[in-house]
Nanobody, 126 residues
């Protein structure tokens, strides 16, 4: 079992930055690939970014590539999502997810992740 708790969301103007954090507990953190997804009310949850167990491989949705950075610290059981140049369309609830096994080629699929946090709200005003 893995428990995930997100923090760092908030209200920001377009062009601003936020750094989301996700703290994991309950199991061996390095055993899990980690990802961020987001969901706006009335829309499906979508993939944002993923990072391999050792932190070497990182993948991003096209919509955030070049603006967002995912990172992790396996000693501290933490994963972050640094979000720069935020746009109103980035407004959503952001969820941290953990999945056992390698990142592979289907890292963007929700079914690859076993554990989810409750999410943190990000609101970007124009």
């Amino acid at each position: 079992q893995v428990q995930l708790v997100e923090s760092g969301g908030g209200f920001v103007q377009a062009g601003g930055s936020l750094n989301l954090s996700c703290e994991a507990s309950g199991s061996t953190f390095i055993d899990y690939k980690m990802a961020w997804f987001r969901q706006d009310p009335g829309k499906e949850r979508e993939f944002v970014a993923a990072i391999s167990r050792n932190g070497v491989v990182r993948n991003y949705a096209d919509s955030v590539k070049g603006r967002f950075t995912i990172s992790r610290d396996n000693a501290k059981n933490l994963v972050w999502l640094q979000m720069n140049s935020l746009k109103p369309e980035d407004t959503a609830r952001y969820f941290c997810a953990a999945g056992s096994g390698a990142l592979g080629t289907t890292y963007m699929m929700q079914a690859r992740y076993d554990y989810w946090g409750q999410g943190t709200q990000v609101t970007v005003s124009s």
